[in-house]
């Protein structure tokens, strides 16, 4: 079955799967050797991505701001508190006050950092709350609402983030959610399109990336358009008909310390780090989703307002993630 009718898009689960694998190369790959490992798709700008298309159909379901703000989180709450205890456990009270704090700045302040993932968990809860507030006013939540969005954001990059790497990071997963956000508007018709077209635009923004001549902000939006691509594919491609297990967010949010306990304090290097790192990460990651975050999400409903019998009979409609 190509089209999702309730929401779930289990092709999206195996890509965020695919892109918290990517990120858990990239980090050990850097762990080990020092050097950046170059892959195509930039994966947190491709998860942010899947954000964008897949939040304004969880807010759509749910029952007003508050019933939203609970499911997110239900939804990002209990790994990231496993994962700050994790920290505490492995390097101490200090350590983990210093990673909480990395992560509520949004990567602002650097220092006694042991999650260095966590800054984007951060952003994308500001890129929440304010998907929120535009469907506060319900005539506000159009395309041309998100374009200006978009606007703005660029211009606010043109004032103050070149040069500065932080607020340029932010800026590529502003200009990926946004993305995702018109392709929510779109999303019946992405699903009709012919992969044959998807991959000659991603080939061709993936081009434009490595070889064109760029300032850093069309870089950077192009960029955003790969991942935007390699998202509307999955949208395109028949869906599969299997269950995917979220391991995804797990698996970026515990790999860091581990790796900061195998190769800072152990100093682990080589083969022997790639085989302690990935089974332990993908082991955590599968009980933390198994014993916490999947109960958690079953009390996702628990702010809903009563309904009638009538209206129990109806489903209700969940996105994935």
């Not at 390097?91 to 992560?103: E, I, N, Q, S």
């Given at each position: 079955m190509n089209r999702s009718t309730d929401g779930r898009y289990p092709n999206l689960d195996i890509l965020r799967l695919a892109l918290a694998l990517e990120v858990l190369i990239l980090h050990t790959h850097a762990f080990d050797t020092g050097?950046?490992?170059?892959?195509?798709?930039?994966?947190?700008a491709a998860f942010v991505c899947i954000s964008g298309l897949l939040i304004p159909h969880s807010f759509s379901t749910s029952n007003g701001w508050p019933h939203f703000a609970f499911k997110r989180l239900l939804r990002v709450g209990p790994a990231l508190v496993l994962a700050l205890l994790l920290v505490t456990v492995l390097?101490?009270?200090?350590?983990?006050?210093?990673?909480?704090?990395?992560?509520v700045t949004a990567g602002l302040t650097g220092s006694s950092n042991f999650d260095g993932p966590?800054?984007?968990?951060?952003?994308?809860?500001?890129?929440?709350?304010?998907?929120?507030?535009t469907r506060a006013v319900r005539k506000l939540w159009?395309?041309?609402?998100?374009?200006?969005?978009f606007i703005v954001s660029c211009a606010l990059y043109a004032r103050f983030a070149p040069g500065h790497q932080n607020l340029e990071r932010y800026f590529r997963l502003f200009s990926a959610f946004f993305l995702g956000n018109v392709a929510s508007f779109y999303r019946d018709r992405l699903q009709r399109l012919k992969p044959a077209w998807i991959v000659?635009?991603?080939?061709?923004?993936?081009?434009?990336?490595?070889?064109?001549?760029?300032?850093?902000?069309?870089?950077?939006?192009?960029?955003?358009?790969?991942?935007?691509?390699?998202v509307v594919f999955a949208l395109a491609m028949p869906q599969?008909?299997?269950?995917?297990?979220?391991?995804?967010?797990?698996?970026?949010?515990?790999?860091?310390?581990?790796?900061?306990?195998?190769v800072g304090r152990f100093h682990i290097h080589g083969w022997l780090l790639w085989l302690m790192t990935v089974p332990s990460v993908l082991l955590l990651a599968t009980l933390s989703w198994f014993l916490?975050?999947?109960?958690?999400?079953?009390f996702k409903n628990a702010v809903r307002k009563a309904r009638t019998p009538k209206d129990q009979e109806r489903p209700v409609l969940e996105s994935s993630g």
């Open positions: 050097a950046v490992l170059w892959l195509p798709i930039h994966p947190v390097f101490g009270p200090t350590a983990a006050g210093g990673t909480f704090l990395f992560y966590l800054w984007s968990l951060a952003v994308e809860e500001v890129l929440y709350a304010g998907h929120a507030l159009r395309v041309e609402t998100v374009a200006l969005l000659v635009a991603f080939a061709t923004a993936l081009l434009l990336v490595n070889f064109g001549e760029l300032s850093r902000m069309m870089y950077m939006i192009s960029d955003s358009i790969v991942c935007a691509t390699v599969v008909t299997f269950k995917v297990h979220d391991i995804s967010y797990g698996t970026y949010v515990y790999h860091a310390p581990l790796l900061a306990l195998f916490i975050e999947r109960r958690a999400l079953r």
